[in-house]
């Protein structure tokens, strides 16, 4: 489905997310149940916040540093593809802390 909707980009919507459900075989019953529901748009409007709040603007997205109680300290953002390397480069100094 993910790729279905990537290759689709310029047509997202309600039309065509009702072609891919019955293209892709969903059970269409539930599917409008979902759709039509305040509480599930809700939910995707929240995940969709939490990205955007700290800078996210795309994927791949990465944010590379330490929980410290639940909240991520000493961040560093990674966007957009990268080199395997670059990982390494942000990981290594959190390994010596």
Known sequence: MKDSLFQN????????????AQSHQLDLAKYEVCLNNPAEGEKVDKDLLYG???G????????VGLLNDGALVKAQRLAG???FFVSGVLVRPLTML
């Open 81 to 83: 593809a990268q080199p």
């Open 56 to 63: 996210v603007s795309g994927i791949p997205h990465f944010f």
């Open 52 to 54: 955007q709040n700290p």
């Open 9 to 20: 980009q310029r047509k997202l919507g309600v039309p065509l997310y009702k072609d891919l």
